[in-house]
């Protein structure tokens, strides 16, 4: 069988809901790669917080982080690094019109620095991974670089209210995108970034013919990678607009759904244990 690569989003796909990777699943992501296929894990995440998940699975791929914005390969200086950053007004703008909306918070990502407009243990917790510096205060005074992306923390029912103003005035600008779990965020970066365009990048290294990508995701960050791959698989636990754009559902992040998806499709008969 011709190498095929496949694509991880990793909270609420490959990771269960305490952040781990099922032995399962991790069985069959190796049985994968010793029978030579790639494995790839194409995340919102910075690479501080997704290196430990790469290693453990021992990849040689590289990665999308930052939903495109930061893709590298981490065992191999040949690769081409992508780094794409927001325009430092635009994202002053940003942060400045956001203040009519009574958001929880924003947090704005420079290499490895993380600014964190309002403090909150909880989210010194979230961010605390791979050990970055983390500095708390007024983003509008704190942020005099132009960021890989922001986050914006807002009341699930502000989400929609929030989305649509970023796209009427932003549009040109840049994308966003809302995560789910742990808590409703919406991330930007620069316009025309996005998880397929990172993968496409990684394809074209690995020299993997485009009809043999699989990729799996679960919300609306993910819609790109699903639309692109040949097989674009959404989780059970995922978003109803994922899954109607997507070529299958697999079960949940908490039920194996990548490990037991993948068991099907390359018949490799690894028994699951409920």
């Known amino acids: 069988m011709q190498p095929h690569l496949i694509c991880l989003d990793l909270d609420g796909t490959l990771l269960n809901d305490n952040k781990e990777i099922s032995n399962y699943t991790k069985q069959v992501l190796n ?40 893709v590298h390969h981490p065992k191999d200086k040949t690769f081409n690094t992508v780094h794409e950053i927001l325009d430092l007004n635009v994202a002053r703008n940003i942060i400045q019109g956001l203040q009519q909306y009574q958001v929880s918070n924003i947090i704005a990502e420079v290499k490895d620095y993380v600014f964190i407009n309002n403090h909150d243990p909880r989210l010194f917790e979230g961010f605390s991974m791979g050990n970055p510096r983390i500095q708390t205060g007024n983003l509008l005074v ?11 923390e807002a009341e699930e029912d502000k989400i929609p209210e929030i989305k649509e103003m970023l796209t009427h005035i932003y549009a040109n600008h840049i994308e966003h995108r809302r995560w789910g779990a742990p808590f409703p965020v919406i991330e930007i970066v620069k316009r025309g970034i996005n998880k397929a365009r990172g993968i496409e990048q990684a394809r074209q290294f690995l020299n993997v013919d485009a009809e043999h990508i699989i990729a799996f995701g679960d919300e609306d960050n993910d819609t790109e990678m699903i639309e692109y791959a040949r097989y674009g698989v959404a989780m059970d636990n995922g978003l109803t607009e994922l899954k109607e754009v997507a070529n299958n559902v697999t079960y949940s992040n908490n039920d194996d759904g990548i490990g037991r998806y993948l068991n099907d499709f390359f018949n490799l008969n690894m028994r699951y244990y409920f």
């Open 31 to 70: 049985e994968l790669q010793q029978r030579g296929h790639y494995i790839m894990i194409a995340t919102g995440r910075p690479y501080r917080a997704s290196q430990i998940y790469y290693h453990e699975l021992n990849l040689t791929t590289p990665i999308v982080n930052f939903n495109g914005a930061y």
């Open 142 to 152: 704190q942020l005099n670089e132009s960021p890989t992306s922001l986050l914006i």
